[in-house]
């Protein structure tokens, strides 16, 4: 599977963004998925990861309660839904993928996703 990320941009902090990782190939369903960002100088994290069929998701504590991670198999897809954006959320967005054979696994470290996205920018002002 082949996965692009989209929908980056720049807010202002308060605001709420959309991102979307578009994935390539029909065994999308089978992929758990997770969603990495990188900031200016910092290592990448894992910000949230959502299970095959989204029975099963993880949220990094900086974020929880303000992100939701979502997915659409029949469109191959999934999404980031970024509310009350912070300017320490500025960085690049990733979206990783990694074949499961189980339906509610998901993976939080870096390592263990196999396939990439590019990623998508977004800026929070202040």
């Known amino acids: 599977v082949q996965l692009q990320a989209s929908g980056g941009g720049l807010v202002q902090a308060g605001d709420s963004l959309r991102v979307s990782c578009a994935a390539s190939?029909?065994?999308?369903?089978?992929?758990?998925v997770g969603w990495f960002r990188q900031a200016p100088g910092k290592e990448r994290e894992l910000v949230a990861a959502i299970s095959r069929y989204g029975g099963n998701t993880y949220y990094a504590d900086s974020v929880k309660g303000r992100f939701t991670i979502s997915r659409d198999n029949a469109k191959s897809a999934v999404y980031l839904q970024m509310n009350n954006l912070k300017p320490e959320d500025t960085a690049v967005y990733y979206c990783?993928?990694?074949?499961?054979?189980?339906?509610?696994?998901?993976?939080?470290?870096?390592?263990?996703?196999?396939?990439w996205g590019q990623g998508t920018l977004v800026t929070v002002s202040s």
């Open positions: 990783a993928a990694r074949y499961s054979s189980l339906v509610d696994n998901l993976w939080r470290q870096e390592y263990e996703y196999d396939r």
């Open positions: 190939g029909r065994t999308f369903s089978s992929y758990a």
